[in-house]
């Protein structure tokens, strides 16, 4: 599949999606979800998940499983009907590849799975940094820094997201040469949802290291996943 494609089958999977996201009052019962994560070392997983989890189990009443792509180790599922939701800010390796290798292995388990797009697409999402880049503008000059890129398709996506919110984006490796311009007053926001030991090496004494440290993304989050049908 070419790149071109890509692009027209994420377009007409988030069409998809948010088709259903109308509809969700006629849907009675919700579905369990399973969240796809990247995890760190080892399979390790950031505390902040536990809390969104817990939050959105407790506002669905449906069980809310993980998937750490980083785990060596098995990964059952409990579920039998479940919402698949990628946490990815960018349409990079991981969606384009891991992500439908994980919806093929729980669809010969038997577990009816409906894939919604990656998180960084929903304009719910997005409408969420708008408000924040509004706030941050009034006293710093924001820069969205995210990890090198190696795909157009992502490319593609900052360059979109850049236009949408009004200001730069740049690779974290570029961070440097905005430290060189002091009087513009640069403020770093890692685009990432959990730390990372690179975001917390850009992290400025009033500055944070990831989005989901932030109060509003992250019930942003838990409101988001709380309402799928």
């Given at each position: 599949?070419?790149?071109?494609?890509?692009?027209?089958?994420?377009?007409?999977?988030?069409e998809s999606?948010?088709?259903?996201?109308?509809?969700?009052?006629?849907?009675?019962?919700?579905?369990?979800?399973?969240?796809?994560?990247?995890?760190?070392?080892?399979?390790?997983?950031?505390?902040?998940?536990?809390?969104?989890?817990?939050?959105?189990?407790?506002?669905?009443?449906?069980?809310?499983?993980?998937?750490?792509?980083?785990?060596?180790?098995?990964?059952?599922s409990l579920?039998?009907?479940?919402?698949?939701?990628?946490?990815?800010?960018?349409?990079?390796?991981?969606?384009?590849?891991?992500?439908?290798?994980?919806?093929?292995?729980?669809?010969?388990?038997?577990?009816?799975?409906?894939?919604?797009?990656?998180?960084?697409?929903?304009?719910?999402?997005?409408?969420?940094?708008?408000?924040?880049?509004k706030v941050?503008?009034?006293?710093?000059?924001?820069?969205?820094?995210?990890?090198?890129?190696?795909?157009?398709?992502?490319?593609?996506?900052?360059?979109?997201?850049?236009?949408?919110?009004?200001?730069?984006?740049?690779?974290?490796?570029?961070?440097?040469?905005?430290?060189?311009?002091?009087?513009?007053?640069?403020?770093?926001?890692?685009?990432?949802?959990?730390?990372?030991?690179?975001?917390?090496?850009?992290?400025?004494?009033?500055?944070?290291?990831?989005?989901?440290?932030?109060?509003?993304?992250?019930?942003?989050?838990?409101?988001?996943?709380?309402?799928?049908?």
């Open positions: 599949m070419n790149k071109s494609s890509n692009n027209l089958s994420f377009l007409k999977n988030l999606f948010e088709g259903t996201q109308k509809k969700k009052n006629k849907v009675f019962s919700k579905r369990d979800i399973r969240l796809i994560i990247h995890g760190s070392k080892n399979g390790f997983v950031h505390p902040i998940m536990d809390i969104i989890i817990n939050q959105v189990q407790k506002r669905r009443g449906k069980l809310v499983e993980l998937e750490v792509l980083t785990e060596n180790s098995y990964q059952t579920s039998k009907f479940i919402w698949l939701v990628p946490l990815f800010l960018l349409p990079g390796t991981h969606v384009r590849i891991d992500v439908p290798l994980v919806r093929n292995r729980l669809k010969n388990e038997l577990i009816n799975s409906k894939l919604t797009p990656y998180i960084g697409s929903w304009n719910n999402w997005i409408n969420i940094l708008v408000e924040m880049i941050e503008q009034k006293s710093v000059t924001p820069v969205l820094l995210h990890h090198p890129l190696r795909s157009k398709i992502a490319s593609d996506h900052m360059l979109f997201l850049g236009n949408r919110l009004g200001i730069q984006t740049a690779s974290w490796t570029e961070w440097d040469k905005f430290l060189e311009k002091p009087s513009m007053n640069y403020y770093p926001i890692p685009y990432t949802l959990l730390p990372t030991a690179k975001t917390k090496s850009l992290n400025r004494k009033d500055s944070i290291s990831s989005l989901l440290e932030i109060k509003s993304f992250r019930n942003g989050l838990i409101n988001l996943l709380s309402e799928l049908p």
